[in-house]
């Protein structure tokens, strides 16, 4: 007798992923508020770049992704040696908790931190540590309660998904001067580009002052991206050589790349995303709260509401909204089964979204 085949230990402990659902039933074109994506979609030089690359297609790209690099540290202001890209920042904190952590290792996380967060820990065989938040934000001290001699990562999304909420640039410093130097910190900061904050930093000064740091970005939010997948951290040297040992070859696209390059060059367009932004998702909240209902403060392009529960529930909500052809997010997964989480989209979007909620709640 054979035993059965079997994966590592944890891999099975492992609850897949759910992306916002996309389709409704009847609706050829739902809108589409339940994945964070960019209301106004990809610049037109993105757009150009990726379609300039469908003859080039029987070649491989630039397994290094250097224009990209390039760009990126011209851009940011920062060395490109130390950027390493990657298939979405999905891709990248999955290769950081595959390098640093492994059986008998723990992963620290906030409560509502972002899902890929555990999934990444569990596939490397590591344990989660779940340190308790306040007011849905990340609490530094709880966080640094939670380290032990066998915590290996610290996970923060800055600002974080799904709560929207985020860390001062101070208590991201107090939350890396707390840990050992063996513990990497994985600032996520995709959402930075939206975070009109003084008192907020994606984490830059702090890689730049520190080995164990390492900040992750997306093209996926501000830049519309999201359908090609790139993504880019930047880390202490050490850090980008282990990313750059345990990538793939050619882990970035040709379209994406060039894509990334393009949309990168086209300042204005993420200025108007940001404009668009600062307009929407107040006017959301406030539309909200004149309903009666509480909104989780948020700094991102998207923000939770509460239901009072019974027939006014999230489900219901969610339910209701998707039989008029409107998606939106449910949470449950994230310890936030009252709560529905919603993407700020395009003006009309807003609209419609504000003439069929009206009914959810009356
Ligand atoms: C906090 C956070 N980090 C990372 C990601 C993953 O982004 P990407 O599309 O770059 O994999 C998301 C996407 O929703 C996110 O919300």
Not at 172 to 192: E, F, N, S, W
Not at 222 to 243: C, F, H, Q, T
Request: proline share 6%.
């Amino acid at each position: 007798m054979c035993a059965a085949l079997t994966p590592k230990s944890g891999i099975l402990e492992i609850e897949p992923y759910r992306g916002g659902e996309a389709g409704a039933p009847g609706f050829e074109r739902p809108i589409r508020l339940a994945s964070n994506e960019s209301a106004l979609g990809p610049s037109p030089r993105a757009i150009a770049a990726y379609r300039t690359l469908a003859e080039e297609i029987h070649r491989y790209p630039d397994g290094g992704a250097e224009a990209l690099r390039e760009a990126l540290a011209r851009h940011h202001g920062l060395p490109a040696d130390r950027i390493v890209c990657g298939n979405g920042s999905d891709e990248l904190i999955g290769l950081l908790t595959k390098a640093y952590a492994g059986p008998g290792d723990e992963v620290v996380m906030s409560r509502h931190g972002f899902l890929m967060y555990p999934i990444a820990a569990k596939a490397a065989g590591a344990e989660v540590v779940i340190a308790p938040e306040t007011n849905l934000t990340a609490d530094v001290d709880a966080l640094l309660a939670a380290v032990t001699p066998r915590t290996r990562v610290v996970f923060l999304a800055n600002p974080n998904n799904p709560t929207g909420t985020y860390l001062s640039s101070d208590e991201v410093k107090r939350l890396h001067a707390g840990l050992p130097p063996q513990v990497l910190l994985v600032i996520d900061a995709a959402y930075a580009e939206y975070v009109q904050r003084n008192d907020y930093d994606p984490g830059m000064a702090l890689v730049a002052a520190s080995e164990n740091v390492v900040m992750t970005r997306t093209f996926s939010k501000i830049y519309a991206l999201a359908g090609l997948r790139v993504g880019w951290a930047y880390g202490s040297e050490s850090i980008a050589d282990v990313l750059n040992r345990v990538r793939a070859p050619f882990n970035l696209n040709a379209a994406a790349q060039a894509a990334a390059v393009a949309a990168l060059a086209d300042v204005p367009a993420l200025d108007r995303a940001r404009e668009h932004n600062d307009i929407w998702r107040p006017w959301l909240a406030r539309e909200l709260m004149a309903l009666g209902l509480t909104v989780n403060p948020s700094v991102a392009n998207f923000l939770i509401v509460r239901f009072p529960g019974g027939d006014k529930s999230a489900d219901a909500a969610f339910e209701f909204l998707k039989g008029r052809g409107i998606l939106t997010r449910k949470i449950a997964g994230y310890h936030l089964a009252d709560w529905l989480r919603i993407t700020i989209g395009t003006e009309q979007e807003m609209e419609k979204f504000k003439t069929a909620f009206q009914k959810v709640v009356t």
